[in-house]
């Protein structure tokens, strides 16, 4: 090898080491796990020129699906969580240090589930953390030599080290932010939390024209239980009703525990007579089957509810248009109470 052809590919090895380091410092300084997929799946891919990138994330006990779930982070183009069984699949060729190869169609399919079209040569990277896989990273790329398997990995091993942590790190500060937003009795997000929620959803909602339902609810006569049947058995009410109207929800509508025994939920995409609906099937849950106490005792528990909807071209989004949006949810529950409780009642 000529001292030219040298010269030239340390060079080349010298500004790939540079891009890799800012693509380091960019993962470092993600804010949050969202951004951390958009800066793996979409700025590396732009900066190395690749055609496609693909995280996965391995979810061996079921926990992280039902996590990115609570913390509204969902699967976006190039990010997906599998479970145990496809994490072992997708493993097979690079359980211990990555791959590097031609592209093949029965082997790799798995590991491009969106787009395959004209990839040539393929890098399976496993993400690893104390002695156990956490993802994996696949590139793929339209040029049949960028991943010769006669090539070294330094490059590739370095950037899978600094990946896993990354993905790590953002995994357990998602998880203590979670903490901070979330009442602990009954595990559902907290009154903090839904109001900031609720101006996210009215800021999006602005762009695509959507209205969104607030059901604002209270347990009747609870005091009653609390002095008939003792704290605990109170306890057992809350944590059951957070249960039932749980129950009664889809993926993105929100509900959170405001205080003593109210409750309020979020409808994304709910006019007020589609809240109105969701509140009574909410009602309906409560007094299907009597709550069962300690003690072996059986009660029956009522809820009222108030129910309100916000529209961007009424009130631009903003938390004086959320107050307002809560305020009406409330008169309206208040309204339920003094008309018999045991009743849904909709804003005027």
């Not at 000529?2 to 470092?28: C, H, I, P, V």
């Not at 997708?90 to 791959?99: F, G, K």
């Not at 305020?327 to 409780?341: F, M, P, S």
């Amino acid at each position: 090898m000529s001292l030219d052809t040298l010269l030239e590919e340390a060079r080349t090895n010298e500004a790939k080491l540079a891009r890799l380091q800012t693509m380091e410092f960019r993962f470092l300084d993600a804010a949050s796990l969202e951004s951390l997929c958009e800066a793996i799946v979409e700025d590396y891919r732009e900066t190395f020129g690749l055609t496609v990138v693909t995280l996965f994330l391995f979810d061996w006990d079921g926990a992280l699906s039902r996590f990115l779930q609570e913390a509204e982070i969902r699967e976006r183009s190039g990010v997906h969580v599998v479970q145990a069984a496809q994490a072992e699949q997708l493993t097979t060729l690079c359980s211990d240090r990555p791959w590097l190869g031609e592209f093949e169609e029965r082997l790799h399919r798995r590991h491009f589930p969106v787009s395959r079209h004209g990839l040539k040569s393929v890098a399976l990277l496993p993400l690893s953390r104390r002695g156990k896989h956490i993802g994996l990273l696949a590139f793929g790329s339209d040029d049949v030599s960028r991943f010769d398997p006669e090539l070294g990995t330094e490059f590739l091993q370095r950037l899978t080290a600094i990946v896993a942590i990354c993905v790590e790190n953002s995994l357990n500060f998602e998880r203590l932010r979670q903490l901070g937003l979330r009442d602990p009795l009954t595990h559902l997000f907290n009154r903090r939390y839904f109001l900031e929620r609720l101006l996210q959803a009215m800021n999006v909602a602005m762009r695509s024209e959507q209205p969104i339902g607030c059901i604002y609810t209270d347990l009747d006569f609870f005091k009653k239980i609390n002095d008939t049947y003792g704290h605990p058995a109170g306890d057992v009410v809350l944590c059951e009703t957070a249960r039932r109207i749980s129950r009664e929800l889809r993926i993105g509508e929100v509900v959170a525990r405001m205080g003593g025994e109210e409750f309020a939920v979020m409808l994304v995409g709910a006019t007020l007579a589609d809240a109105v609906v969701v509140a009574e099937r909410i009602r309906d849950s409560m007094a299907e089957m009597p709550f069962n106490l300690p003690g072996n005792k059986r009660i029956r528990v009522a809820l009222s509810g108030g129910v309100a909807a916000w529209q961007a071209e009424l009130a631009p989004a903003s938390m004086q248009a959320v107050d307002e949006l809560l305020g009406r949810a409330d008169r309206a529950l208040l309204k339920a109470k003094q008309e018999g409780r045991n009743r849904i009642v909709a804003d005027a």
